[in-house]
């Protein structure tokens, strides 16, 4: 089946800086990428996602990048913020063995003020 | 739409004890994803239906849990009987197979057992 691996674990930023967060993948049959974003005691919660199709994606201060070729994919934050300290999960999704997502361990970001 | 329900949001129970966790999935959703997330562990998936049919159980730590889904828009985790290890959030999705398609959380079960 799918290995997605997500580095690094743990990241720290100055507020404004930038964060990049990235993760590989195993099966080139995965087709869909999304990133969600989980505050402290509340569920997941998509931020942005991307289909194979589509090598970059962009949300205001959020992009996404897909390589097909190296299976990886990274999420990158721009101008940070307090409020985007968060644990960041990545996950791979190929509707063609099923429809399961595999998903990163995660990385707790933390935006410095 | 409310988006996916679960209940309760959270239980306290002494070891050996049956606990049972319920998930009401988004309407018009067919795909239903039950994870267990602890600090040392991360999200696991435990299990996960595609149109009320278990499709890979192989997350499921031991005989002791079971998930059904008696009907199209509703699930059960249940574990019995219960240990502290088991202590973690249970939370459930719900996505639609159709195509790609975003997987939805429930707000999750926080489990304490003591």
């Known amino acids: 089946g799918e290995n997605v691996e997500q580095h690094p674990s743990t990241l720290s930023v100055q507020e404004g800086d930038s964060a990049v967060i990235k993760c590989t993948y195993s099966?080139?049959?995965?087709?869909?990428f999304p990133w969600y974003k989980q505050e402290l005691g509340k569920r997941p919660q998509l931020i942005i996602d991307i289909r194979s199709n589509v090598g970059e994606k962009k949300d205001q201060r959020i992009a996404v990048t897909l390589n097909k070729t190296a299976k990886h994919f990274s999420l990158h934050i721009t101008e940070t913020q307090p409020e985007d300290s968060a644990v960041y999960f990545c996950?791979?999704?190929?509707?063609?063995?099923?429809?399961?997502?595999?998903f990163g361990t995660g990385t707790s970001l933390t935006v410095i003020p | 739409d409310a988006g996916v329900i679960q209940s309760p949001r959270h239980e306290v129970t002494e070891m050996g004890q049956e606990v049972t966790l319920r998930c009401k999935l988004i309407s018009g959703h067919n795909s239903l994803f039950w994870y267990r997330q602890t600090m040392m562990r991360g999200l696991e998936l435990l299990i996960y239906?595609?149109?009320?049919?278990?499709?890979?159980d192989s997350g499921m730590p031991e005989d002791r849990f079971s998930a059904k889904m008696p009907n199209a828009s509703f699930s059960t985790l249940k574990i019995q009987p219960s240990e502290p290890r088991d202590s973690a959030v249970y939370f459930c999705?719900?996505?639609?197979?159709?195509?790609?398609?975003?997987?939805?959380f429930g707000p999750g079960t926080r489990l304490t057992v003591l």
């Open positions: 239906f595609n149109n009320n049919v278990p499709i890979d």
């Open positions: 099966d080139s049959a995965s087709n869909y």
């Open positions: 999705a719900s996505s639609f197979s159709g195509g790609v398609s975003e997987q939805f």
């Open positions: 996950a791979a999704f190929q509707g063609n063995t099923g429809n399961q997502f595999y």
